[in-house]
């Protein structure tokens, strides 16, 4: 099966500029999450939406950070505007439920790094 | 979120075997146990998960302290695609949180030919 899609693959921009990753997930997948990746850290989860619904948003930054799932399949997530602490690496991860919903893995894209200078 | 401890590094030979252990004195009854890893440039990778008992697949064991308050993950024959940061995470089945992974900083792993 194909596995989860994202792009682009590298994105350079300058501060203060807006950038936006697509995630397309593995067919069938509800579940999808964004993380953030800094170097030398492990990611941190910023967005998890269950079909084109939000089950938690806690930790991304609102007052630049915004995602969307319209049709419950692909998403997007948007930085407006970029700061420097934003460059890092930004995946995209989706998962379906097992039939007892607890043992599930989620299944990750390669990742968009992007650079802010 | 329950908390894991892990060594920061770790060594091995080709086609040796591996045991990287993790550390969850905190981990309650519902927290399953999940390992990941990410190869360089590449998105972490589900390698396995248990709960009480030890479990093998087809990459790796997972071998579990009768107390659950530490695991070791095993690698029977280490090879250079082996090489890797290895994640141990604890995932909480309960409500809002279910399926929600924290990451640590991991183990990153060097195999040496």
């Known amino acids: 099966e194909a596995g989860v899609a994202q792009s682009p693959r590298y994105k350079i921009i300058e501060k203060r500029q807006s950038v936006a990753f697509w995630c397309n997930p593995i067919?069938?997948?509800?579940?999808l999450y964004w993380y953030q990746q800094i170097l030398g850290q492990g990611p941190k989860l910023l967005i998890q939406?269950?079909?084109?619904?939000?089950?938690?948003d806690s930790q991304l930054p609102k007052d630049r950070f915004s995602a969307e799932r319209l049709k419950g399949v692909d998403s997007t997530l948007k930085i407006q505007p970029a700061k420097l602490e934003d460059s890092a690496v930004y995946l995209c991860a989706s998962s379906s439920l097992s039939s007892g919903g607890a043992s599930y893995e989620q299944y990750f894209g390669p990742g968009t790094r992007l650079t802010v200078t | 979120d329950a908390k894991t401890t892990q060594p920061n590094s770790m060594e091995s030979n080709e086609e040796e075997p591996v045991h990287l252990p993790c550390n969850h004195s905190?981990?309650?009854?519902?927290?399953?146990i999940h390992w990941y890893r990410q190869l360089p440039s590449q998105g972490p990778e589900y390698v396995i998960h248990?709960?009480?008992s030890n479990v093998n697949n087809r990459m790796a064991s997972l071998a579990i302290a009768e107390d659950r308050k530490s695991s070791t993950l095993i690698l029977h024959r280490a090879t250079l695609r082996d090489a890797a940061v290895y994640y141990c995470?604890?995932?909480?089945?309960?409500?809002?949180?279910?399926?929600?992974?924290?990451f640590g900083r991991g183990t990153q792993l060097t195999v040496w030919p």
């Open positions: 067919s069938g997948h509800a579940t």
């Open positions: 905190t981990i309650s009854g519902t927290d399953y």
């Open positions: 995470i604890l995932r909480d089945i309960r409500g809002s949180t279910l399926g929600r992974l924290y």
């Open positions: 248990g709960l009480t």
């Open positions: 939406f269950q079909n084109n619904g939000v089950v938690d």
